[in-house]
T-cell receptor, first 114, second 115 residues
Framework: AQSVTQLDSQVPVFEEAPVELRCNYSSSVSVYLFWYVQYPNQGLQLLLKYLSGSTLVKGINGFEAEFNKSQTSFHLRKPSVHISDTAEYFCAVSLMDSSYKLIFGSGTRLLVRP | DAGVTQSPTHLIKTRGQQVTLRCSPISGHKSVSWYQQVLGQGPQFIFQYYEKEERGRGNFPDRFSARQFPNYSSELNVNALLLGDSALYLC??????????????FGEGSWLTVV
């Protein structure tokens, strides 16, 4: 079975500081990897995804993530955060032969302070 | 273009009642999935429908059922509601169903409170 672990339930950071949100996954087969963001009282929006190829993936709003197969990690980074980045961030995986089914982590709340 | 639309946005039901949630996918999308997000947790997969057929089911009891219509819209039904069914129910759509890793788009969800 596949699982996703987001070790940090909340990450406080000051505006314009860099941030890294950690994601580790467990799977015996190859997976696709995703990061979604959820703003208050809204649905999920895709930030970026890794399907294959370059392990450094760039997404929307200045976010990027790096796939590390040996460490089974897919950490999300942004070099300079804004107040508007305050939201819940979810890491997810899917199997390649059933990519309609996303398996989510428990989420990390990013709190950006002025 | 309209995104994934869901209705109702909020509803309150009593234990033992039944509820129907509705979803319209993005135009042209043939795959619809349903997820349950309990407060403080990540979404959990309930169902996926592609071309009007159930293609995947998560670990949910038979009280949960769904269907997809010829226009690709979908309904999620939950019978005999329990307090633990209180959650945000998310509908998601994608162009294809299966192996491509195509982007899955989510609606804003239906908040269900069971009292």
């Amino acid at each position: 079975a596949q699982s996703v672990t987001q070790l940090d339930s909340q990450v406080p950071v000051f505006e314009e500081a860099p941030v890294e949100l950690r994601c580790n996954y467990s799977s015996s087969v190859s997976v696709y990897l995703f990061w979604y963001v959820q703003y208050p009282n809204q649905g999920l929006q895709l930030l970026l995804k890794y399907l294959s190829g370059s392990t450094l993936v760039k997404g929307i709003n200045g976010f990027e993530a790096e796939f590390n197969k040996s460490q089974t990690s897919f950490h999300l980074r942004k070099p300079s955060v804004h107040i508007s980045d305050t939201a819940e961030y979810f890491c997810a995986v899917s199997l390649m032969d059933s990519s309609y089914k996303l398996i989510f982590g428990s989420g990390t709340r990013l709190l950006v302070r002025p | 273009d309209a995104g994934v639309t869901q209705s109702p946005t909020h509803l309150i039901k009593t234990r033992g009642q039944q509820v129907t949630l509705r979803c319209s996918p993005i135009s042209g999308h043939k795959s619809v999935s349903w997820y349950q997000q309990v407060l403080g947790q990540g979404p959990q997969f309930i169902f996926q429908y592609y071309e009007k057929e159930e293609r995947g089911r998560g670990n949910f009891p038979d009280r949960f059922s769904a269907r997809q219509f010829p226009n690709y819209s979908s309904e999620l039904n939950v019978n005999a509601l329990l307090l633990g069914d209180s959650a945000l129910y998310l509908c998601a759509s994608s162009l294809l169903g299966g192996r491509s890793g195509n982007t899955i788009y989510f609606g804003e969800g239906s908040w269900l409170t069971v009292v």
